[in-house]
């Protein structure tokens, strides 16, 4: 399932073919995806500026003078720029042309997402899908006070904490498991009972888990978004996540797999505390 790295990444590999270019064509190949997509899309793009592209959550953003394309890559979903002329597959269900070139969505499983959201409809953050977001994990607000706050009185264990979306957003299963790890932090803990301090180390851990992602999926973007297209989401070399079994890379100990909600949770109980 793409993560916040991998729509970063791909943000940033599709952005530099958008940014102030002039739609020329939308081609809808079939009525939706996980919801319809807007029937007038063609028609409210068309002849109409991207000025610039952008990220909230696992939304990707496409911003027009008059609203913005909302586009959510579900469990499969992946976009790529190539020549409008390359012959869709079975599995592409939408282009965006400009000019000669085509940003196409492609999702097997069909659980992403294009909306459209008008500005005559208010302000994007108040949107439904956006308005119970929480913060943005990689930018200032970010912080171990507002972890710290945001938890007093929740009794779920942390790992269920982050994952919830509503405190911080993007922290998925290997992140939320990669970051436990870095901080010292089991995953069962209560997340109200955990320290200023102890977030301190975490919300560091997140950013530098996150940021590490990003800069490595950047490496790899060729593949990622290329005309081929085929290489899927990148793999990574993980601290606890998925190494059940496996010795912990930093003590040797027997990492250690555990259910927490309906999420597999890795960790090692010596590192972890
Ligand atoms: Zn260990």
């Not at 958008?18 to 029937?39: E, M």
């Not at 779920?156 to 299963?173: E, Y």
Request: glycine share 10%; hydrophobic share 40%.
């Amino acid at each position: 399932m793409p993560e916040l790295p991998e729509v970063e990444v791909t943000r940033r590999g599709v952005a530099p073919h958008l940014t102030g270019k002039t739609v020329s064509a939308v081609i809808l190949r079939r009525a939706g995806l996980r919801w319809p997509f807007p029937v007038d899309l063609p028609q409210l793009l068309v002849g109409q500026q991207i000025l610039t592209t952008g990220r909230r959550g696992k939304y990707l953003l496409l911003h027009f003078q008059h609203g913005t394309v909302l586009i959510h890559l579900g469990m499969s979903g992946h976009l790529r720029v190539l020549d409008r002329q390359v012959l869709p597959g079975k599995h592409d269900h939408i282009d965006i042309v400009i000019g000669d070139f085509a940003l196409r969505m492609t999702d097997p499983r069909r659980f992403g997402a294009v909306l459209w959201h008008d500005h005559a409809d208010g302000d994007l953050e108040e949107h439904i899908l956006i308005r119970q977001l929480g913060v943005e994990p990689l930018e200032a607000g970010f912080t171990p006070e507002l972890l710290y706050k945001q938890t007093r009185k929740r009794s779920t264990s942390i790992k269920q904490a982050l994952l919830a979306g509503d405190i911080v957003v993007g922290v998925g299963n290997i992140y939320a498991s990669e970051s436990l790890f870095k901080a010292g932090i089991n995953p069962k803990i209560q997340a109200g009972r955990i320290s200023l301090a102890r977030y301190t180390s975490l919300v560091a851990a997140i950013r530098e888990t996150l940021a590490a992602a990003i800069e490595q999926g950047g490496s790899t973007l060729k593949d990622f978004i290329g005309v081929d297209g085929q290489s899927g989401y990148f793999q990574q070399s993980y601290f606890v996540y998925d190494r059940a079994g496996e010795a912990c890379r930093v003590c040797g100990e027997t990492v250690r797999q555990i259910r927490q909600g309906q999420r597999s949770s890795f960790y090692c109980a010596k590192c972890q505390k």
